[in-house]
């Protein structure tokens, strides 16, 4: 089992930044991926970033050069965003990627008023 807690979600206007943070802790070995989603009120679940062990990224179109997505270990990940726009409104949920399962955090709201 791997748990997953962000932190770092908040109210911000429009142009402004967050940053937010995800620590993994329980059976952290043989993580792949570890990525960001985000959803939306009314909306489907959707990707942001992800970043593999090895530190390669992947990034939405929509939020390309606006956020960035590292790691400092395998334990924390973090999601720089940058110039926040109302659309960036959503929940964003850290997982993890192991081999034959996903897990999730509870998510961490994030409102950017216009």
């Known amino acids: 089992q791997v748990q997953l807690e962000e932190s770092g979600g908040g109210l911000v206007q429009a142009g402004g930044s967050l940053r937010l943070s995800c620590a993994a802790s329980?059976?952290?070995?043989?993580?792949?991926?570890m990525g960001w989603y985000r959803q939306a009120p009314g909306k489907q679940r959707e990707f942001v970033a992800t970043?593999?062990?090895?530190?390669?990224t992947t990034y939405a179109n929509s939020v390309k050069g606006r956020f960035t997505i590292s790691r400092d270990n395998v334990k924390t990940t973090y999601l720089q965003m940058n110039n926040l726009k109302p659309e960036d409104t959503a929940v964003y949920y850290c997982?993890?990627?192991?081999?034959?399962?996903?897990?999730w955090g509870q998510g961490t709201q994030v409102t950017v008023s216009s």
């Open positions: 997982k993890a990627r192991k081999p034959l399962y996903d897990y």
């Open positions: 329980g059976s952290i070995f043989n993580i792949n991926v």
């Open positions: 970043i593999t062990s090895g530190g390669t």
